[in-house]
């Protein structure tokens, strides 16, 4: 009896001893990368703490921003025209610094820029193809939207649009790119493989930004001058109807898109808010004040927590869905101009 006494206690304290497994001290978190206009440099912040990890320095007027699909690599435009908002005498403005144009090639762990690729003048917006192959570039001006191959760095092919493009997107399944022209008034659609125009949207104003619904079925085009938003057949790339957002105090610049699909939320500008569009009625649910001229825009990929970059109060806001609130702002650079988040990589 005795012996089985000890046997059983030296298994209990066996047992006792083993490690048990314990959750990583630092699990890995969401960031969100800013693009700082004015600054020239790249904001880093840990999503799940909202501090600073990094200030990159960049170059000359980094705007828009996009990334890989494993979220390895960064991609940001650059360029050497001098700021022209509108209502600038074009003729009183410095020559333009072509050596200053460029996509810088980040690698998202270290922060370090990996290569400047040439990818032609002024390029404002960019979009990454399904493939991680091609760079779809907006070259403000030069009415030129050009194909980066992204392996040799090299310009494949320029395709001619309308005056002033800034807006890039590339529909969910990969095979068509929108490019907004914002002096024209349209949308151009290019095909990704043949890299050549398909058609020709007419859709209102001064476009500025576009983002899909996750069935690639409808477009939202964000349209500056008329308050409104374009919805556009992203199929048959036809306007389906013109969504007014509020009068001219509203000035819609950047989109995207809830991940379950049933809201758009687009940024307004000077008007200081975020406004809501129901996807299934494609008609205004709403609005959310933030910061001074929010800009760029990015939602986590639960959809609970939106980023804006407000350019004048150099800040980012923090948004809670549920709560339709501002919950934070974050101090970035000067002038913060796009936002991203990439998830973390995945565990072992």
């Known amino acids: 009896m005795k012996r089985f006494l000890f046997s059983a206690a030296a298994l209990w304290l066996s047992a006792c001893s ?24 790249l904001s880093v912040i840990e999503e799940s703490t909202l501090t600073i990890l990094a200030t990159v320095p960049l170059g000359k007027r980094p705007r828009g921003i996009q990334a890989s699909s494993d979220g390895k690599l960064l991609y940001v435009a650059l360029s050497g025209s001098p700021f022209s908002p509108p209502g600038t005498d ?20 270290t922060f ?27 070259n403000e001006d030069a009415a030129m939207s050009n194909v980066v191959d992204l392996e040799s760095g090299k310009i494949i092919q320029s395709v001619k649009i309308g005056e002033e493009p800034e807006g890039v997107t590339l529909r969910p399944d990969g095979k068509v790119v929108y490019v907004t022209c914002e002096d024209e008034g349209t949308v151009y659609a290019i095909d ?18 576009i ?14 001058n008329d308050a409104a938003v374009a919805v556009v ?11 007014k957002l509020g009068d001219e105090k509203v000035r819609p610049m950047g989109v995207v898109i809830s991940p379950d699909n049933k809201t758009v939320y687009v940024t307004a500008g000077s008007f200081g808010h975020i406004m809501l569009i129901d996807a299934a009625t494609d008609q205004p649910a709403g609005s959310i004040q933030v910061g001074r001229r929010p800009w ?53």
Not at 211 to 224: H, I, M, N, P
Request: charged share 25%; net charge neutral; no cysteine.
């Open 90 to 109: 074009e003729s009183k403005l410095p020559p333009p610094d072509r050596s200053a144009d460029g996509v810088a090639v980040i690698d998202a762990a």
């Open 18 to 41: 083993k490690p048990t497994p314990t959750e990583p001290a630092n699990p890995p978190s969401a960031r969100i990368f800013v693009t700082n206009e004015a600054a020239g440099t």
């Open 296 to 348: 760029g825009i990015a939602i986590t990929k639960d959809g609970r927590r939106i980023y804006t970059a407000n350019g004048p109060s150099n800040d980012i806001s923090l948004v809670d869905v549920d709560s339709k609130k501002e919950a934070k702002k974050i101090p970035v650079g000067d002038r913060p101009w796009g936002v991203i988040i990439t998830e973390p990589p995945p565990g072992p």
């Open 233 to 243: 057949d992203a199929q048959s790339h036809k306007l389906l109807k013109t969504v």
């Open 112 to 138: 370090k820029v990996l290569r400047v690729l040439d990818v032609g003048p002024d390029p404002e917006q960019i979009a990454v193809s399904a493939d991680d192959r091609y760079l779809f570039v907006a």
């Open 192 to 209: 990704t493989v043949k890299h050549e125009k398909i058609a020709v949207i007419k859709v209102g104003h001064r476009p500025r930004s």
């Open 211 to 224: 983002a899909f619904l996750g069935d690639g079925s409808k477009g939202y085009v964000t349209l500056e």
